[in-house]
Every structure is written in structure tokens, then in C-alpha cells.
């Protein structure tokens, strides 16, 4: 059983992810993070974003089994993975390793922008995860704040929104609902309704 789910940043998936990946009793990776760690290590050498070639060298030599989300989880790091994932040659590159990852096993739940159309196209279930603008500011600036980060709610909203802009526009594997995606809005729900949502919908979908 393969678990696809998208959507933009902090819409809830990555919770549900991992509340998903415990309840059914398969692996889960969070594909944000690969590109987060190939990000962290060009910024950490001072080497440019926008050269493909170094960011696919980068990319061949990072160890994936150890990707450490407390290490990757600020704002900074996340805007230059959004700047990254522009990138096609570093994303046929990413789309391999969760591909083997997705397949190495009894199943999975992979969470990003592109694992229901791009990553496993046949998926048992596509979940496309989505809330307002407002609400995943609110909830990213929550949780930041809980990390320790000193952030600005007006700031983080304006950086989701380009972010979002940047994920949806960009030529290779924009955002975007695979065609048999059930589609889940949570700018209401708390984290427990949202959950009862996506196993309906997996449920009926196995
Ligand atoms: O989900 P997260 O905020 O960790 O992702 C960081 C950035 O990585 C996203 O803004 C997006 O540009 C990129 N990404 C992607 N495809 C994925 C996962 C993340 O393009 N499957």
C-alpha cells in the first residue's frame, strides 16, 4: 500500500503523514526533506542555488537515511528548498531515490508536491492536502515559535504565499492535484478531524 499525499507548505500534511504512517504500520518519508538537505549543504559551502550541476553532485553524495528534520526545519532552509526545487535535473535525481525508497517494502507514505503525480502515480490513495493561506501561516508561525525561531506571522505569510506561487508555476512537476486525488481542505479541522477524514477516504479507496 502506497500513501501519496500533497499540497502546499504547512497544510497539515506532514502531521498527517506521520499519524498515517503509525496507523496503517508503514514507513513514511517526507520528501521536503531531500530537498531541504540537498538546500542545507549548499548554503552551509556557500555554493550558488541555481546551478543544476552542483546541486546534482550535491545531491549524489548525500547520506537520505540520516535526514535529521530538527536540523532542516527553518525558514531559511525552506525558502532555498523552494528555490532548488525549480531545478529539473535535481528533481529526476530526488524522484529516484523516494521512488526506491516508495517501493523498497510492504508500503509507504510519502508526503510532498509531486508523489501523486510525478513520484507514484499509482498510489493506492492520493490525499491533496490544502487550507487557507491564513491558516498555514498561522500554523507554521506556531510552530516555529515552538522550535525557538523568532518569526513575524505577517512575514511567514507573505513567504507561503511566493512559495506557493513559485511550487504551482514552475515548468517541472508544478503543484498540483493528480486527477484521482481526493481533495481535503483543513482550514477548519484540527488535526484529529483531519485524520478521521483521510482514513475514510483511504479506506474506501484500499
Ligand atoms: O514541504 P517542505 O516545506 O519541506 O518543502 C520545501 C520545498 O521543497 C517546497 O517549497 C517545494 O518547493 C520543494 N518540494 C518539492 N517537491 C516535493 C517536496 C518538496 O518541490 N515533493
Redesign the pocket.
Known sequence: MIIAL?GP??SG??TLARQLAAHYGLRHL???????AV?AALLARGLPLGDEEVAISVARHLDFGTLDKGL?SSHEI?EA??????LGGL?EE?VLL?RQFAESGEGAVL?????GTV?CPHATAKLFVTASPEARARRRTDELIGKGFEVDFDEILTDLKR?DE??TT?KD?P?KPAADAHLLDTTEMDIESAFNAAVDIIDSAR
Open positions: 500533497d507548505a504547512a500534511k506532514g517526507d520528501t521536503g526533506l531531500t530537498y531541504r538546500a532542516l525552506g528548498a523552494s528555490r532548488i526545487a525549480v528533481r530526488l523516494q508526503d510532498g508536491r509531486d508523489i513520484v512559495r513559485r511550487d514552475r512537476s503543484l
